[in-house]
């Protein structure tokens, strides 16, 4: 059974800066793309940031560039998102989600998602 | 960047026909895949790679996409089936989700 297991998430002060991690178990986790998406209170879904199987390949959402980070460890089954510069706006619940198809593929779709944990930047 | 538009709401009656539309230029040289998400859970993939259902997803859940425009298809809409829905495709190294649709069954 697969399993997604956000953590991390907390309150923060504008500026500061956060890191969640996404522990994965139930299948072989190097060989799928997974990815971040975050949802502000009330509102809808956004993309975060993907990254490839191997993790030679990231990708990020124009309003996260620069200030997040993502990287995942095959040995810990572990995805992980590193945010900077933490503004207001960044609020939301965040959830990794495991990509569909193995790779190489691009991360066109995701099968499986966690149940997320609320980041809340506020001073 | 792409953008993909999905109507905020529709409505349907209990047993009848829903349709939820997502536009986007050439979405049809795309695959588009559908999420449902209900009130404080989790999304749930229903559609992948345009028309494609998930194990587990009822056979009432059907999906398409041509030209511009992907379609999701509801056929005997329950009262269970009352959620938000949004769209999703994958453009140019980014993943890009419709604003979503909130599926009403009265």
């Known amino acids: 059974e697969v399993q997604l297991v956000e953590s991390g998430g907390g309150l923060v002060q504008p500026g500061g800066s956060l890191r969640l991690s996404c522990a994965a178990s139930?299948?072989?986790?190097?060989?799928?793309?997974m990815t971040w998406v975050r949802q502000a209170p009330g509102k809808g879904l956004e993309w975060v940031s993907a990254?490839?199987?191997?993790?030679?390949?990231?990708y990020f959402a124009d309003s996260v560039k620069g200030r997040f980070t993502i990287s995942r460890d095959s040995s810990k089954n572990t995805l992980y998102l590193q945010m900077n510069s933490l503004r207001a706006e960044d609020t939301a619940v965040y959830y990794c989600a495991k990509g569909g198809v193995e790779v190489p593929a691009a991360p066109i779709y995701f099968d499986y998602w966690g149940q997320g944990t609320l980041v809340t930047v506020s001073s | 960047s792409y953008e993909l538009t999905q109507p905020p709401s529709v409505s349907v009656s209990p047993g009848q026909t829903a349709s939820i539309t997502c536009s986007g230029d050439?979405?049809?040289?795309?695959?588009a895949s559908w999420y449902q998400q209900k009130p404080g859970q989790s999304p749930v993939l229903v559609i992948y790679?345009?028309?494609k259902r998930p194990s587990g997803i009822p056979e009432r859940f059907s999906g398409s996409n041509s030209g511009n425009t992907a379609t999701l298809t509801i056929s005997g809409t329950q009262a269970l089936d009352e959620a938000d829905y949004y769209c999703q495709a994958w453009d140019s190294s980014t993943v890009v989700f419709g604003g979503g649709t909130k599926l009403t069954v009265l």
């Open positions: 790679q345009d028309s």
């Open positions: 139930g299948f072989t986790f190097s060989s799928y793309a």
């Open positions: 990254i490839s199987g191997s993790g030679g390949s990231t």
């Open positions: 050439k979405l049809g040289d795309k695959y």
